[in-house]
């Protein structure tokens, strides 16, 4: 396995088709480290499908994706440098919070996956029920342990695909001063969110979505709310 | 992350979820031992059964608690999308298969330790009079339908008609494994054991095993990128 570590996400003038089904159309934008970049836009606009090519689960039909000097054939390389939070939270609900954390972070071959898992728990703030089955979890502390197994291996780009779903108040607070620290740890972090007011002061950048194709893109976005209404129209 | 450590990752996984869970043992022991009783009911008469009936219904109900056992694994990887974060993981691609290949087969071996006597009783077949042979037979007839079974599987898993689609893919491909388990099995349960039909019959086995699975760590990873 090649080693990789890179600067900046690089998508080039990317589209992928579901047959005659365009889901994302000429999609060009670049996500430096230490950044936080927004997708947003309603339902359908392609923020999933444009997380799943910027973490190798789909292969672009037109246009490149980079990863500073790597592209997608630096295959296990580059996906260990890849932490992805989908909309499903791949986890594994007959297991504890704590088994499925160090079954991924072994997968990730972290040495001490045990301790990594631990550690994990603490942050998430899910240390005291790190014994019980996914399965006994609600929707909001799945979600937290499903983030901390996305973060598991210290990625360089995060990509998470609505990260707020299901959180309180206390635990949104919470995972927004958890992507800020990210952040300042130099990650990339990608999330396409609907929650505009959680996202909002967040977001270094915002690239506004609609059917598939770049509405707008913001650098330091503010009033995201009514952005988000004078582009999108809704 | 070296392919032995991510196999035996994936397997423990898969064999606490079964341990916890217990719905795949449970599921395909009912339904194999149904099937032995069912058969058993209408194939020996007067405490007889025709030659060579209880391995056929041996591997019949293998192959049909196989195809159970096969759904179930990958409809648990489904639901939450687990197969799709297997697939992201910097491990080997191959080492998936082989890990989720190697509990469909501990599985399976653990409905054939029920199996095997239950057939041998009600068939009233001689299958434990060999026992290493037996054990090696049905390994190995084991080990390549679900070679098959667990790419087939893997490959189906976000088809909308996968619980179709799988038998009908799978039951065509493995009948030369199936046969070659039955003959095998036959040759074993015979008064005048042939130590060389066996062999022969074992010898095809192990290399439908290493086609079927060479060929499957082949394409395990083209057929699940995209």
């Keep these: ?25 000429h999609i060009t934008f670049q996500a430096h480290r230490g950044t936080i970049l927004g ?23 037109s246009g ?16 260990s440098r890849i932490g992805v939070l989908g909309h499903d939270l791949f986890l594994y609900p007959e297991l504890t919070a704590r088994e499925n954390l160090a079954f991924f972070a072994g997968l990730y071959g972290i040495a001490d996956a045990d301790g990594r898992a631990r550690a994990a728990l603490d942050v998430a703030g899910l240390a005291s029920r790190g014994d ?10 799945r979600q937290r342990v499903a983030l901390e197994r996305a973060l598991i291996h210290h990625p360089r780009v995060a990509l ?3 990260p707020f779903t299901g959180l309180d108040d206390a635990s949104a607070g919470a995972l927004v001063g958890r992507l800020s620290g990210l952040r300042e740890g130099g990650t990339i972090v990608i999330l396409a969110t609907h929650d505009l007011d959680l996202a909002e002061g967040l977001l270094d950048r915002a690239i506004f979505l609609r059917d598939g194709r770049v509405a707008e893109t913001v650098p330091q976005p503010e009033g995201l709310r009514s952005t988000y209404r004078s582009v999108i129209g809704r | 992350m070296t392919m032995l450590r991510a196999v035996w990752l994936i397997v423990r996984k898969d064999l606490t979820v079964e341990v916890r869970s217990r719905e795949i043992a449970y599921t395909t022991l009912f339904f194999a031992v149904s099937c032995v009783l069912v058969f058993a009911f209408s194939l020996v008469q ?77 068939f009233h077949a ?9 054990a090696a037979v049905v390994a190995t ?86």
């Design chain 1, 39 to 61: 997708l947003l836009g309603p339902n359908g606009a392609g923020k999933s499908t444009l997380l799943a090519l910027l973490a190798t689960m789909l292969r672009p039909s």
């Design chain 2, 46 to 122: 007067e405490g007889r059964a025709a030659d060579g009936v209880g391995a056929g219904v041996l591997w019949m109900a293998i192959m049909f608690a196989g195809n159970l056992a096969l759904g179930r694994t990958f409809e648990r990887e489904r639901q939450s999308e687990t197969l799709r974060a297997l697939m992201l993981v910097p491990a080997p691609r191959p080492a998936v298969y082989l890990g989720k290949l190697t509990g469909i087969v501990v599985l399976l071996g653990a409905t054939e330790v029920v199996l095997v006597p239950l057939v041998a009783l009600l």
């Design chain 1, 160 to 162: 998470l695909d609505e």
């Design chain 2, 141 to 226: 007839g084991t080990i390549g339908f679900a070679a098959v079974g667990t790419l087939f599987a893997a490959m189906l898993v976000r088809a909308r008609s996968r619980d179709v689609l799988l038998p009908v893919l799978l039951y065509p491909i493995t009948v030369p494994v199936i046969i070659a388990g039955v003959r095998a099995t036959m040759a074993l349960v015979q008064p005048d054991f042939d130590e060389a039909v066996v062999r022969f019959w074992l010898a095809l086995l192990i290399a439908f095993d290493v086609v079927f699975v060479t060929l499957a760590l082949w394409t395990f990873e083209p057929v699940m990128t995209d």
């Design chain 1, 64 to 79: 490149t994706i980079r990863y500073g000097r790597f592209d997608t054939s630096a295959g296990a390389g580059l996906r």
């Design chain 2, 126 to 134: 001689e299958m434990l009079a060999h026992p290493f042979w037996l």
């Design chain 1, 132 to 141: 019980d089955p996914v399965s006994s979890f609600s929707r909001g502390m």
């Design chain 1, 1 to 25: 396995m090649i080693s990789v570590d890179f600067d900046e996400v690089s998508v080039e003038d990317v589209s992928r088709h579901f047959g005659r089904r365009r889901a994302v159309s």
